[in-house]
């Protein structure tokens, strides 16, 4: 059994298929993961797949709709939502077949966010002093 996007000829071992590998600030892209058989054919019985990455675990990015997913097909997508990461990100699946422990990796590049405008705003003072208050004898 392999793990990475694809089946039969077109199969890409130990790689997951993003969709959109370069984000603007905030975007998402659908992440594919393929488990395959010796053959190339998909491998249908139920597998756990766990999705990662620095950002995921910063909490900078998210994957939707869980980080896990459980398929029949042998096939999973989940979509990846930048959440301020910024730069390059490695998203990584997870799992194990019968003894076997499987991998993919993916990488995608999030542009910084920028920003838009800058507010300043005064807080008035919370002194308790009293005021002082200058005479003159003139």
């Known amino acids: 059994?392999?793990?990475?996007?694809?089946?039969?000829?077109?199969f890409v071992p130990n790689a997951l298929a993003v969709a959109v590998p370069s984000l603007s600030a905030g975007g998402s892209t659908s992440v594919t993961v393929s488990i395959v058989r010796q053959d190339g054919t998909l491998y249908t019985s139920p597998v756990t797949l766990n999705f990662n990455s620095?950002?995921?675990?910063?909490?900078?990015?998210a994957i939707q709709p869980a980080a896990s997913a459980t398929t029949t097909t042998g096939q999973a997508t989940v979509t990846y939502v930048?959440?301020?990461?910024?730069?390059?990100?490695?998203?990584?699946?997870?799992?194990?077949?019968g003894t076997q422990s499987l991998s993919a990796n993916g990488n995608v590049t999030v542009a910084a966010a920028t920003i838009g405008s800058i507010s300043v705003q005064a807080t008035p003072s919370t002194s308790t002093r009293p005021p002082v208050i200058a005479e003159s004898t003139a």
């Open 1 to 10: 059994v392999n793990i990475g996007n694809g089946s039969g000829s077109t």
């Open 54 to 61: 620095p950002c995921v675990a910063a909490g900078t990015a």
């Open 82 to 97: 930048a959440r301020g990461c910024a730069g390059t990100d490695t998203i990584t699946a997870t799992t194990t077949v």
